[in-house]
Protein backbone atom coordinates (compact mmCIF):
# COMPACT_ATOMS: atom_id res chain seq x y z
CA UNK A 1 0.00 0.00 0.00
CA UNK A 2 1.81 3.35 -0.99
CA UNK A 3 1.76 5.73 1.82
CA UNK A 4 -0.16 9.01 1.17
CA UNK A 5 0.74 12.33 2.31
CA UNK A 6 -1.46 15.48 2.17
CA UNK A 7 -1.47 18.71 2.34
CA UNK A 8 -3.85 20.91 3.75
CA UNK A 9 -3.75 24.75 2.88
CA UNK A 10 -6.23 25.77 5.63
CA UNK A 11 -7.14 29.34 4.87
CA UNK A 12 -4.19 29.94 2.69
CA UNK A 13 -3.82 30.36 -0.85
CA UNK A 14 -4.25 32.81 -4.20
CA UNK A 15 -3.49 32.30 -7.32
CA UNK A 16 0.13 33.40 -7.10
CA UNK A 17 0.58 30.04 -5.39
CA UNK A 18 -0.07 28.03 -8.33
CA UNK A 19 3.26 28.10 -8.87
CA UNK A 20 3.81 25.82 -5.25
CA UNK A 21 1.34 23.31 -6.56
CA UNK A 22 2.27 23.21 -9.56
CA UNK A 23 6.23 22.74 -7.98
CA UNK A 24 4.82 20.27 -5.62
CA UNK A 25 2.83 18.18 -8.39
CA UNK A 26 6.09 18.08 -10.32
CA UNK A 27 8.62 16.64 -7.78
CA UNK A 28 6.43 14.43 -6.56
CA UNK A 29 6.23 12.31 -9.94
CA UNK A 30 9.98 11.64 -8.68
CA UNK A 31 8.17 9.44 -5.95
CA UNK A 32 5.46 6.73 -7.39
CA UNK A 33 5.31 5.03 -4.70
CA UNK A 34 3.56 7.91 -2.33
CA UNK A 35 0.34 9.17 -3.35
CA UNK A 36 0.58 13.26 -2.66
CA UNK A 37 -2.32 15.31 -2.62
CA UNK A 38 -2.95 19.12 -1.62
CA UNK A 39 -6.02 20.06 0.09
CA UNK A 40 -6.44 23.63 -1.16
CA UNK A 41 -9.07 26.12 -0.31
CA UNK A 42 -12.03 26.05 -2.14
CA UNK A 43 -11.77 29.21 -3.92
CA UNK A 44 -8.43 27.54 -5.15
CA UNK A 45 -10.10 24.17 -6.25
CA UNK A 46 -10.60 24.53 -10.13
CA UNK A 47 -7.55 26.35 -10.86
CA UNK A 48 -5.25 24.42 -9.26
CA UNK A 49 -6.99 20.84 -11.06
CA UNK A 50 -6.21 22.64 -14.14
CA UNK A 51 -2.66 23.77 -13.46
CA UNK A 52 -1.95 20.24 -12.69
CA UNK A 53 -4.15 17.64 -14.17
CA UNK A 54 -4.02 13.67 -13.01
CA UNK A 55 -2.38 15.38 -9.86
CA UNK A 56 -5.13 15.09 -6.72
CA UNK A 57 -6.36 18.12 -5.46
CA UNK A 58 -8.70 18.07 -2.63
CA UNK A 59 -11.11 19.89 -0.82
CA UNK A 60 -10.79 20.66 3.16
CA UNK A 61 -14.59 20.20 3.67
CA UNK A 62 -17.79 18.90 2.48
CA UNK A 63 -21.48 19.68 3.34
CA UNK A 64 -23.53 16.45 3.69
CA UNK A 65 -26.65 17.25 1.52
CA UNK A 66 -26.30 16.76 -2.56
CA UNK A 67 -27.50 20.94 -2.55
CA UNK A 68 -30.16 22.95 -0.57
CA UNK A 69 -30.84 26.19 1.75
CA UNK A 70 -26.92 26.08 2.84
CA UNK A 71 -25.37 29.27 2.27
CA UNK A 72 -22.04 29.31 1.93
CA UNK A 73 -21.80 25.64 2.21
CA UNK A 74 -20.03 23.42 -1.15
CA UNK A 75 -21.70 20.43 -1.76
CA UNK A 76 -19.67 17.11 -3.45
CA UNK A 77 -21.14 17.54 -6.68
CA UNK A 78 -19.80 21.03 -6.85
CA UNK A 79 -16.15 19.75 -5.71
CA UNK A 80 -16.55 16.94 -8.24
CA UNK A 81 -17.32 19.65 -10.98
CA UNK A 82 -14.38 21.61 -9.64
CA UNK A 83 -11.69 18.79 -10.17
CA UNK A 84 -11.51 17.73 -6.54
CA UNK A 85 -10.73 13.86 -5.99
CA UNK A 86 -11.07 14.30 -1.91
CA UNK A 87 -11.86 16.13 0.77
CA UNK A 88 -11.21 16.29 4.18
CA UNK A 89 -13.67 15.76 6.92
CA UNK A 90 -14.09 16.17 10.51
CA UNK A 91 -10.70 18.55 10.97
CA UNK A 92 -10.40 19.83 14.77
CA UNK A 93 -10.61 23.27 13.83
CA UNK A 94 -14.20 22.94 12.20
CA UNK A 95 -15.20 20.43 15.07
CA UNK A 96 -13.97 23.21 17.11
CA UNK A 97 -15.00 26.37 15.26
CA UNK A 98 -18.04 25.10 13.29
CA UNK A 99 -19.06 23.14 16.56
CA UNK A 100 -18.88 19.93 14.25
CA UNK A 101 -19.94 16.73 15.58
CA UNK A 102 -19.00 13.13 15.52
CA UNK A 103 -22.36 12.88 13.57
CA UNK A 104 -21.83 15.88 11.22
CA UNK A 105 -18.43 14.11 10.30
CA UNK A 106 -20.35 10.55 9.78
CA UNK A 107 -22.94 12.12 7.91
CA UNK A 108 -19.91 14.57 5.88
CA UNK A 109 -17.56 11.30 5.24
CA UNK A 110 -20.92 9.36 4.09
CA UNK A 111 -22.37 12.01 1.55
CA UNK A 112 -18.13 12.42 0.00
CA UNK A 113 -17.60 7.98 0.12
CA UNK A 114 -20.85 7.99 -1.66
CA UNK A 115 -20.10 10.55 -4.22
CA UNK A 116 -16.60 8.86 -5.22
CA UNK A 117 -14.43 11.28 -3.60
CA UNK A 118 -12.01 10.05 -1.47
CA UNK A 119 -12.21 11.03 2.34
CA UNK A 120 -9.48 12.03 4.95
CA UNK A 121 -11.38 11.54 8.23
CA UNK A 122 -9.68 13.78 10.86
CA UNK A 123 -9.81 12.55 14.86
CA UNK A 124 -7.53 13.51 17.79
CA UNK A 125 -7.35 14.42 21.47
CA UNK A 126 -6.96 17.75 22.86
CA UNK A 127 -4.16 18.26 25.45
CA UNK A 128 -6.47 18.13 28.72
CA UNK A 129 -7.82 14.65 27.46
CA UNK A 130 -4.43 13.31 26.72
CA UNK A 131 -3.19 14.56 30.48
CA UNK A 132 -5.77 12.94 31.80
CA UNK A 133 -4.70 9.18 29.86
CA UNK A 134 -8.03 9.33 28.08
CA UNK A 135 -6.43 9.70 24.65
CA UNK A 136 -6.96 6.16 22.95
CA UNK A 137 -10.48 6.15 24.48
CA UNK A 138 -11.74 9.81 23.19
CA UNK A 139 -10.22 8.85 19.04
CA UNK A 140 -11.68 5.43 19.67
CA UNK A 141 -15.12 6.70 20.38
CA UNK A 142 -14.74 9.69 17.67
CA UNK A 143 -14.53 6.69 15.19
CA UNK A 144 -16.82 4.85 16.35
CA UNK A 145 -19.79 7.34 16.07
CA UNK A 146 -18.18 8.74 12.53
CA UNK A 147 -16.81 5.80 10.39
CA UNK A 148 -18.83 5.05 7.44
CA UNK A 149 -20.99 2.44 7.39
CA UNK A 150 -23.03 -0.43 5.80
CA UNK A 151 -23.02 -0.83 1.68
CA UNK A 152 -20.51 1.82 1.48
CA UNK A 153 -18.32 -0.43 2.60
CA UNK A 154 -19.16 -2.85 0.06
CA UNK A 155 -18.67 -0.98 -2.84
CA UNK A 156 -14.66 -0.17 -1.85
CA UNK A 157 -14.89 2.27 0.40
CA UNK A 158 -11.68 1.10 2.44
CA UNK A 159 -9.60 1.72 -0.40
CA UNK A 160 -10.92 5.54 -0.88
CA UNK A 161 -10.92 5.82 2.90
CA UNK A 162 -8.05 7.70 4.99
CA UNK A 163 -8.12 8.48 8.99
CA UNK A 164 -5.79 10.63 10.03
CA UNK A 165 -5.00 11.30 13.70
CA UNK A 166 -4.46 14.44 14.37
CA UNK A 167 -3.33 14.96 18.46
CA UNK A 168 -5.08 19.23 18.46
CA UNK A 169 -2.18 20.02 20.64
CA UNK A 170 0.11 19.29 17.99
CA UNK A 171 -1.53 21.19 15.02
CA UNK A 172 0.32 24.38 14.21
CA UNK A 173 2.27 24.49 17.59
CA UNK A 174 5.47 22.74 16.91
CA UNK A 175 4.94 19.75 19.36
CA UNK A 176 4.72 16.38 18.06
CA UNK A 177 3.59 13.37 20.09
CA UNK A 178 6.32 10.86 20.85
CA UNK A 179 6.65 7.73 18.21
CA UNK A 180 5.10 5.74 21.45
CA UNK A 181 1.85 7.62 21.58
CA UNK A 182 1.83 7.55 17.95
CA UNK A 183 2.05 3.73 17.91
CA UNK A 184 -0.21 2.92 20.20
CA UNK A 185 -2.99 5.59 18.70
CA UNK A 186 -2.49 4.06 15.09
CA UNK A 187 -2.64 0.58 16.96
CA UNK A 188 -6.10 1.63 18.59
CA UNK A 189 -7.56 3.62 15.47
CA UNK A 190 -6.59 -0.43 13.38
CA UNK A 191 -8.12 -1.88 15.71
CA UNK A 192 -11.45 0.50 15.45
CA UNK A 193 -11.47 -0.40 11.59
CA UNK A 194 -11.34 -3.63 12.13
CA UNK A 195 -14.28 -3.58 14.02
CA UNK A 196 -15.89 -1.81 10.82
CA UNK A 197 -14.85 -2.83 8.52
CA UNK A 198 -13.07 -6.44 9.16
CA UNK A 199 -9.80 -7.56 6.72
CA UNK A 200 -10.74 -4.76 4.43
CA UNK A 201 -9.17 -2.76 7.55
CA UNK A 202 -5.66 -3.21 6.69
CA UNK A 203 -7.11 -1.05 3.40
CA UNK A 204 -7.44 1.79 5.16
CA UNK A 205 -4.88 4.32 5.49
CA UNK A 206 -3.87 5.89 8.92
CA UNK A 207 -2.13 9.19 8.72
CA UNK A 208 -0.30 11.19 11.42
CA UNK A 209 -0.84 14.97 11.48
CA UNK A 210 0.84 17.32 13.77
CA UNK A 211 3.83 19.65 13.13
CA UNK A 212 5.26 17.01 10.80
CA UNK A 213 7.79 18.62 8.92
CA UNK A 214 10.83 17.69 6.77
CA UNK A 215 13.43 17.02 9.61
CA UNK A 216 10.54 14.98 11.82
CA UNK A 217 8.90 12.98 9.31
CA UNK A 218 11.55 10.15 8.69
CA UNK A 219 11.32 9.31 12.13
CA UNK A 220 7.55 9.13 12.30
CA UNK A 221 7.29 7.53 8.87
CA UNK A 222 9.49 4.80 10.61
CA UNK A 223 6.60 4.09 12.97
CA UNK A 224 4.23 0.95 12.79
CA UNK A 225 1.25 1.52 11.28
CA UNK A 226 1.80 5.53 9.69
CA UNK A 227 0.46 5.17 6.19
CA UNK A 228 1.15 8.66 5.35
CA UNK A 229 0.86 12.22 6.84
CA UNK A 230 -1.61 15.10 6.91
CA UNK A 231 0.25 18.11 6.60
CA UNK A 232 -0.69 21.90 7.46
CA UNK A 233 1.73 25.15 7.84
CA UNK A 234 4.84 22.47 5.77
CA UNK A 235 2.85 21.75 2.86
CA UNK A 236 2.45 25.31 1.70
CA UNK A 237 5.97 25.25 0.45
CA UNK A 238 7.42 22.96 -2.31
CA UNK A 239 10.62 23.10 -0.77
CA UNK A 240 8.80 22.13 2.82
CA UNK A 241 6.98 19.47 1.47
CA UNK A 242 8.83 17.81 -0.96
CA UNK A 243 11.21 16.80 1.23
CA UNK A 244 8.09 15.12 3.50
CA UNK A 245 7.06 13.65 0.36
CA UNK A 246 10.80 11.99 -0.36
CA UNK A 247 10.74 10.37 3.03
CA UNK A 248 7.80 8.78 2.74
CA UNK A 249 9.23 7.37 -0.02
CA UNK A 250 12.08 6.62 1.67
CA UNK A 251 11.07 4.67 4.42
CA UNK A 252 8.96 2.11 2.03
CA UNK A 253 11.79 0.04 2.27
CA UNK A 254 12.46 -0.25 5.95
CA UNK A 255 10.94 -2.26 8.49
CA UNK A 256 9.05 -0.09 11.07
CA UNK A 257 10.62 0.70 14.06
CA UNK A 258 8.03 0.88 17.00
C1 LIG B 1 -3.33 20.16 9.97
O1 LIG B 1 -3.79 21.27 9.74
O2 LIG B 1 -3.99 19.16 9.70
C2 LIG B 1 -1.99 20.09 10.55
C3 LIG B 1 -1.53 18.92 10.92
O3 LIG B 1 -1.30 21.27 10.67
P1 LIG B 1 0.28 21.43 11.04
O4 LIG B 1 1.03 20.44 10.18
O5 LIG B 1 0.58 22.84 10.69
O6 LIG B 1 0.42 21.11 12.48
Redesign the pocket.
Known amino acids: MNKLVAG?W?MHGVAADLQQVRAIAEASRRFPSVDVALCVPATLIERAARAVPGFAIGAQDVHFADKGAYTGCVCTAMLIDAGASLA?VG?S?RRDAQRESDADVKAKADAALGAGLAVIL?VGENLAVREAGNAVRTVSDQLDASLPHGPAVASGVPDRLAV?Y?PIW????GKVASCEDIAEMHAAVRDRLAAAYGDAAQRVRILY?????PSNAPEIFGVADVDGA??????LKAEDFVPIVAAAAAVEAAPPIA
Open positions: NKIHECAEAIGTGGSVKLVGGAS
